[in-house]
Nanobody, 123 residues
Framework: QVQLVESGGGLVQAGGSLRLSCAAS????????MGWFRQAPGKEREFVAA????????NYADSVKGRFTISRDNAKNAVSLQMNRLKPEDTAVYYC????????????????WGQGTQVTVFS
């Protein structure tokens, strides 16, 4: 059993930065591929970024590539999402997700989801 708890959301002006964190419980964190997803009001949940179990491979949605960076620290059971140059269209609830190797989490399927953290970007 893994529990995921996100933090770090908030209100930020366009062009600013936020860093989201996801703390995971359990002793098998390093066997999970981790991902960040987001859902804006009235829209479907969408993929943002993912990172391999060892942290060596990352993947990003085109809409955030070059602005967001996903990272993980397996010793601390944590994954982070550094978000720079934020835009109003980044406003959403951001969710951390975990899927045991070898498949990454998707917006439809994950072994575990966090409760979400709100990010609001105003212009």
């Amino acid at each position: 059993q893994v529990q995921l708890v996100e933090s770090g959301g908030g209100l930020v002006q366009a062009g600013g930065s936020l860093r989201l964190s996801c703390a995971a419980s359990g002793r098998t964190f390093s066997t999970y591929i981790m991902g960040w997803f987001r859902q804006a009001p009235g829209k479907e949940r969408e993929f943002v970024a993912a990172i391999s179990a060892g942290g060596g491979d990352t993947n990003y949605a085109d809409s955030v590539k070059g602005r967001f960076t996903i990272s993980r620290d397996n010793a601390k059971n944590a994954v982070s999402l550094q978000m720079n140059r934020l835009k109003p269209e980044d406003t959403a609830v951001y969710y951390c997700a975990a899927k045991i190797v070898p498949r990454p989490p998707t917006k439809y399927e994950a072994d575990y989801w966090g409760q979400g953290t709100q990010v609001t970007v105003f212009s």
